[in-house]
């Protein structure tokens, strides 16, 4: 937007922890999501008898009886119990008896980052595949063992920068533990590693895995000692460009069927694949690397023997020499050939349903026959080849939810969910977000083919929202406008998404473009529109997060970036609130881009249509702002001053963060306590369905 807009506010607070929870549960900060859920229940943790997988022990160096320890087999002589909450997790983990520990639903991390730290004795398994841990992941220290780490999905406390020196937030950290077993999970977009073995830990089995999204993936060594032994089979490592592992000092490096893919095309590039360093021994069989660079490489003092591995487009180093060890030795395993890896990992590894799933069948059984999956694929092998001719299939006033399953790939089409289409999910089937993007390139100019008249900036949505209850995840929505190329074009508004409807929840997507970007409106401007959107990216440079509605921005990343012509300047927010509602709230997040230093404001006020009776409001707390935020990070817009709407921070961080002035107000603590995520979502909990 730049002099435009269509859009509202609320007033009433409470207090802020995880996700916007009632106030019953705010304390113990946890939201329930994914396809197995255990409906939420004020109650801290239940426990049940163990479940016939809780048995199960570890296969590879995890299973070789040594240190005091006969292999790794968890917490399967406790109890077992069910934890919703991170209060809840941290309580079980730490204790000093052992336990299952079922994680049914999903825990977000507070503070971004947090690891927490697990006792000897433990597993902790997902139910089904809706076990997720978001933005922090699990510390074992010197002297852990017995600890199994299954089904889970650990993902999202990156922090924006790519390289990431400053935040040491792993998904798995282990300093000093052994026999431990990570099995069956889906490991992403982390600020530092998905796997860390360090410090001598040893007797590791990691397996079934997969490991995608993330620069330095999987990191082992750390002393000089030649300590550690280590078994990594079935793992597929997926967009990661280096540590893929790097294997520093282990005594014995087992790898096996492992898939190492660099998909072309994509913004991450592998560095290196299998790297053996210092004094390690590695066996690396039957393995099949595709499109990596630099797969396997070793150190002059390290050892690699290879045998059976595929290398198909693989470019650089690939490198073996010196003997190693006889993994069966140690432990019995079974090879399976190295051509059916990518298909075998493709569809095997993270997270399954069939483990630790405790949902009754009574409730599953609901949940089938309340939910329908309509498929959409490019490549024809699915219901439907466009998004908008699945939307079209689901029955008008539909009383219950609608999944559209979108496959991998870029479809071009505008979309629109009409207003008589509720309880509709977008879901990307890929392995990340960027695997599924629907993109246009639609701007407020760009004629209509009927001839009448030009789309405006609503109508250039790539896909507009119009039905309450929408939910959208794991996927790209994107708008291509190239405004270098349409400088004869008057109105490059170009909006990608726009939400004109309440309860929408965006959880792990990319929203896209240049000028307003993200447009979160309501139905009307007495209409409430309540819009989460959570572990996400949202991507502009010209008041590219706007409207009327009541909107968070919560544990995401905000990136800023140059104009068409290479300058640098822009503003994040422009809201449109009415009167005596919430606008928009930017908590817990990053905000930063490649673009110049002190040239972006952090919001203006719009009066849509010069409507004097708005009250635009934008609270931006507890975020990291780099150094492209103004020292006076508001200002006046279409002759309206801010300083006569709502515009305010609280305990940002950060080279863009300041102290309190006239022109760049703080709420205190007592106001700061009535402007939460909770107070912003109105006794709306966002739950994914």
Not at 180 to 203: F, Q
Not at 222 to 239: G, L, M, S
Request: net charge neutral.
């Amino acid at each position: 937007m730049s002099e435009h807009r269509s859009t509202a506010r609320h007033r009433r607070p409470g207090k802020f922890l995880a996700v916007g929870l009632p106030l019953a549960l705010t304390a113990a900060g946890a939201l329930v999501y994914g396809t197995d859920v255990v409906p939420q229940r004020a109650s801290a943790a239940t426990t049940a008898a163990a479940p016939a997988w809780a048995t199960a022990t570890a296969d590879g160096f995890a299973s070789v009886d040594a240190l005091g320890q006969n292999g790794t087999y968890g917490g399967r002589d406790g109890r077992t119990v069910t934890v919703r909450t991170q209060a809840d997790l941290e309580k079980y983990a730490t204790a000093a008896e052992p336990y299952v520990i079922v994680v049914a639903g999903t825990i977000m991390m507070n503070p971004v980052g947090k690891e927490v730290k697990v006792a000897s004795d433990k597993t902790i398994v997902g139910s089904g595949t809706s076990g997720h841990i978001v933005g922090g992941g699990f510390f074992l220290g010197q002297g852990v063992h017995n600890v199994i780490i299954r089904n889970l999905t650990i993902r999202d406390a990156y922090q924006g920068v790519w390289n990431d020196k400053d935040h040491d937030y792993d998904a798995i950290q282990m300093d000093g533990a052994h026999h431990v077993w990570i099995d069956h999970n889906d490991l992403r977009n982390m600020a530092d590693g998905l796997i860390d073995v360090r410090k001598d830990s040893t007797y590791v089995t990691v397996s079934w895995n997969r490991l995608s999204q993330n620069n330095k993936t999987f990191g082992i060594g750390w002393t000089e000692n030649v300590t550690t032994d280590i078994t990594i089979h079935h793992n597929w490592f997926r967009e990661t460009e280096q540590r893929n592992p790097s294997t520093d000092n282990a005594a014995h490096a087992h790898l096996y069927n492992n898939f190492l893919e660099d998909v072309a095309g994509t913004s991450i590039n592998s560095s290196y694949g299998n790297y053996s360093r210092g004094g390690t021994r590695m066996v690396l069989e039957n393995s099949y690397f595709q499109g990596m660079r630099n797969p396997v490489i070793k150190d002059a003092t390290a050892t690699v023997v290879q045998r059976g591995n595929v290398f198909s487009g693989t470019s650089g180093r690939n490198e073996s020499g010196g003997t190693a060890f006889d993994p069966k030795a140690y432990y019995a395993y079974t090879l399976d050939k190295a051509a059916d890896v990518p298909s075998l990992l493709k569809s095997g590894t993270g997270p399954r349903s069939s483990i630790g799933t405790t949902a009754s069948a009574a409730e599953a059984s609901t949940k089938a026959a309340a939910a329908t999956t309509l498929t959409v694929a490019k490549d024809g092998s699915g219901q439907y080849r466009t998004v908008q001719a699945a939307v079209n299939a689901v029955p008008a006033n539909n009383a219950s939810r609608v999944v559209i399953s979108i496959k991998p790939g870029t479809y071009r089409e505008t979309v629109r969910v009409p207003s008589n289409k509720p309880h509709v999910t977008f879901q990307g089937t890929g392995g990340s977000r960027k695997d599924t993007v629907i993109v246009y390139n639609n701007a407020a100019g760009t004629p209509k083919p009927d001839g009448s008249g030009t789309y405006g900036t609503s109508g250039s949505a790539t896909v507009a929202v119009e039905a309450d209850d929408f939910q959208a995840r794991n996927l790209t929505v994107s708008n291509d406008f190239d405004e270098g190329a349409n400088q004869s074009l008057s109105g490059h508004q170009a909006v990608a998404l726009r939400t004109a409807a309440d309860k929408v929840l965006l959880d792990g997507v990319i929203v896209e473009g240049d000028q307003d970007t993200l447009l979160l409106d309501t139905a009307a401007k007495d209409k409430l529109g309540r819009v989460y959107v959570t572990n996400s990216y949202v991507v502009g440079n010209v008041d590219f997060i706007f409207g009327r509605a009541t909107a968070v921005i919560d544990r995401s990343v905000i990136t800023l970036k140059k104009r068409w012509d290479g300058t640098s300047a822009g503003y994040v927010t422009a809201p449109s609130t009415a009167a005596n509602r919430k606008g928009i709230l930017i908590a817990n997040s990053t905000v930063g881009g490649a673009v110049s230093d002190r040239t972006f404001y952090l919001g203006r006020p719009w009066h849509a249509g010069g409507d004097a009776s708005l009250d635009p409001q934008t609270t931006v707390r507890n975020t990291s702002l780099s150094a492209a935020v103004r020292t006076t990070p508001w200002t006046d817009m279409s002759g309206f001053s801010w300083k006569d709407d709502r515009f305010a921070e609280y305990r940002n961080t950060g080279a863009g963060s300041g102290t309190a002035s006239s022109n760049r107000p703080h709420l205190t603590d007592a106001q700061a306590a009535d402007q939460e995520v909770a107070d912003w979502l109105a006794g709306w909990t966002p739950t994914a369905s």
